[in-house]
């Protein structure tokens, strides 16, 4: 599954370099949506390899690497792109295909036939996944903590750049500096801090100081009134993602072997839904406070509305029944 994603992706940037109309990327990103298992299935492996105290850390070193990607990709592409509006595409195409090679050579199947579950059609969509991998102890409620704090997450891609540019008059490259900031503070926290915090404290008390962390660095950003305090408080911020990692360690554990894709899927799907949403609910927030019209002007609003919606992952993850122990 994971090589034919990233073959696909390689197709789908072919299809982006090449296109000359509308329609044709759309069909570009039609395949790339149906084909896109990469993060799920990533994950899944992940936890297919890890030792069930691990699998937050190692979950977190997935997360180190997106935040790697985050400083190289938008690097990359600018580069690239004074070649031509092409090149990026071109070249994204040619790094997926490097990486399917990569996998094809390096990795090795995880699922063997003893685990491996018949196919069942009522399984194979978003919904029959949701509904089964709802049934696992306490999943349900982890599953709306987790929609949520990805609703409040994703206020940073969706507004971050009019936000900036509205409260601190930062131009795209300021804006870009303090992306790679918080692409390297991630990739540390992830990769690193996150393995020292969890032997500690556990997973259930990491993700409760994940997401009281975010709470505060949400209400800062939406009073900050000076460029520098973003940066100052870019390590408090970066500390917040340790939640995510955490949490899905928490739900893996209550997945059995040949669940643990399933879930995976169900989570991406999730966070996809996030993705879709918060956008749409932030950028709305933020326009009606930047105008005239609002009864007072806030540029700050969204986060205030991540907060809220952070608090509420905090109450509903708090009042949930802690199923183990965590054991250093």
């Keep these: ?18 296109a000359h109309a509308i ?13 896109a298992a990469t993060q799920s299935t990533a994950n899944a492996y992940m936890a297919d390899i890890s030792h069930p105290d691990e699998k937050s850390q190692n979950f977190g070193l997935i997360g180190a690497a997106f935040g790697v990607g985050f400083i190289l990709g938008p690097l990359a592409g600018g580069l690239l792109g004074t070649l031509g509006p092409r090149a990026p595409f071109f070249a994204a195409a040619g790094l997926a295909a490097a990486n399917t090679l990569f996998g094809y050579l390096i990795l090795t199947e995880t699922v063997t036939d003893a685990i491996r579950r018949p196919f ?10 949701l509904k089964h991998i709802g049934k696992l102890p306490g ?7 987790y929609f949520f704090y990805n609703i409040a997450f994703f206020v940073y891609p969706s507004i971050w750049a009019y936000y900036t540019q509205e409260r601190f008059g930062w131009d795209s490259a300021m804006t870009g500096v303090s992306l790679a900031v918080f692409g390297f503070s991630m990739a540390v926290v992830q990769g690193g801090l996150i393995r020292l915090v969890i032997p500690r404290i556990g997973e259930h008390w990491t993700v409760i100081l994940g997401f009281s962390i975010n709470a505060v660095a949400f209400l800062v950003y939406a009073v900050a ?4 305090q973003i940066f100052a408080l870019a390590p408090l911020t970066s500390l917040g993602v340790i939640a995510g990692p955490a949490l899905q360690g928490i739900m893996s554990r209550t997945a059995s072997n040949d669940q643990q894709g399933e879930l995976q899927g169900v989570l991406t799907s999730i966070s996809s839904i996030g993705i879709i949403i918060s956008p749409m609910l932030m950028t709305a927030t933020f326009s009606y406070f930047t105008q005239g019209t609002a009864p007072f002007y806030f540029p700050g609003a969204p986060f205030v509305l991540s907060t809220v919606l952070v608090l509420m992952s905090l109450v509903i993850f708090s009042g949930r029944k802690r ?5 250093a």
Excluded: F
């Design 1 to 18: 599954v994971l090589l034919i994603s990233l073959a696909a992706m390689s197709v789908d940037y072919v299809i982006m370099g090449y």
């Design 23 to 35: 329609w044709v990327l759309v069909i570009g990103r039609i395949i790339g949506g149906i084909t």
């Design 120 to 129: 069942d059609w009522r399984r194979a969509n978003p919904v029959g996944s």
């Design 139 to 145: 999943v349900r409620r982890l599953l709306v903590v």
């Design 225 to 228: 009134y000076e460029g520098w």
């Design 323 to 327: 199923l183990y122990t965590y054991k």
